[in-house]
């Protein structure tokens, strides 16, 4: 009817991908009578992580401590920063002692391009609650990083849809992330045009999980076993750090799939144990900051140690 160019549909397999994944995507091809073509990187996710490191907590934590970690800044510019009373002259300074430094010292001072605090925002390594403190306690022994996704799924991708003058992806604003931040280029849009002349299309960015659930019930949309066998609720990269959940979910599918377990916690092992390790770290201070904001509501006298106020007639001053 419109006479619309054919639509080329790719898998990238990363090389550590679910049964589960590459059986849905042959369940896919053959049910709409499509060709999926599978591509696979040049650096497999083994090759990658053993070279630049394994992600922690979120790709923007992963790249902060990766810099962090190869350019040496000492994490103690954070406390001059919190210290100093006028904090865009103390970050120009720290801008000037450590050139090509900037993002990393606003990332380790939880702080904007001009010096005015933020710690709150996404961009800031405290946007993970005491994760600098955490990090200065228990420095990390092993190379951080999430360069695994530009060699596994980025790079494949960018060569396949250079040919094409439509890339269409199926990423929601509701799964989280990067992919709910606004961002000034306009790229967080459903529609959008890239800077090298392409057009970028994301139907599904504006579906909510509500939305999503109510067309597979009428549609009667047949999900990945991953999601109705196993019980994920997310797949992305299998086994990814990044995920709050990756342990919980490699022991659901562990039944299923016990070689990809296997060679989940052998890529990433290190960043699970050294998240459990900072979740315990976080979960302590919480609690000890929930029991100081108590003392202080409380406000202790003398009056709730009994055993320590004088008997009447005790100490009156008459040491004749």
């Known amino acids: 009817m419109f006479e619309l160019p054919p ?15 590459r059986d849905h995507v042959k369940y896919v091809a053959e049910k709409y009578g499509v060709e999926i073509e599978e591509r696979r990187p040049e650096i497999n996710i ?6 630049y490191g394994i992600p922690f907590v979120s790709k923007i934590m992963s790249g902060g401590l990766s810099e962090w970690q190869k350019k040496g800044v000492p994490l103690s510019i954070a406390d001059e920063y919190d210290q100093a009373e006028d904090k865009a002259a103390k970050r120009k300074e720290l801008k000037e002692r450590y050139p090509k430094c900037e993002s ?10 001009a010096g005015e605090p933020r710690p709150n925002i996404q961009l800031v390594i405290n946007s993970s609650k ?20 530009d ?15 439509m890339i269409i992806t199926g990423e929601r604003r509701d799964e989280g992330g990067m992919r709910s931040v606004p961002r000034k280029d306009n790229t967080a849009l459903c529609f959008t045009e ?16 509500k939305d999503k659930a109510w067309y597979k019930e009428y549609y009667k949309i047949k999900y ?30 562990r039944k299923y799939e016990p070689n990809v377990v296997k060679a989940a916690w052998n890529i990433f092992g290190k960043s699970y144990k050294y998240r459990m ?36 007639g005790e100490n009156d001053g008459d040491n004749t």
Not at 134 to 142: D, R, S, T, W
Not at 157 to 162: D, F, I, M
């Open 277 to 312: 390790k900072y979740n315990e770290y976080k979960k302590k201070r919480m609690e000890e900051e929930k029991r100081r904001a108590e003392n202080v509501e409380g406000q202790m006298t003398i009056f709730d140690f009994p055993e320590l106020i004088p008997e009447e």
């Open 104 to 113: 990393l010292i606003n990332f380790l001072c939880c702080c904007n391009s």
């Open 7 to 21: 639509i080329k549909y790719v898998f990238f397999n990363t090389g550590l991908e679910m049964k589960a994944t």
């Open 151 to 165: 060699y596994c799924k980025k790079q494949i991708a960018h060569k396949v849809q250079k040919d094409y003058d």
């Open 194 to 209: 890239t800077a090298d002349g392409h057009y970028r299309l994301r139907p599904l960015y504006y579906v909510s999980d």
């Open 130 to 149: 005491y994760m600098r403190d955490f990090i200065k306690k228990y420095p990390p022994e092993f190379m951080i990083s999430a360069r695994c996704c």
């Open 224 to 253: 990945s076993d991953a999601y109705e066998v196993y019980g994920l609720t997310r797949t992305g990269c299998c086994g990814c750090p990044i995920s709050y959940k990756a342990v919980e979910d490699l022991e659901k599918i």
């Open 46 to 51: 083994v090759r990658a992580t053993r070279k």
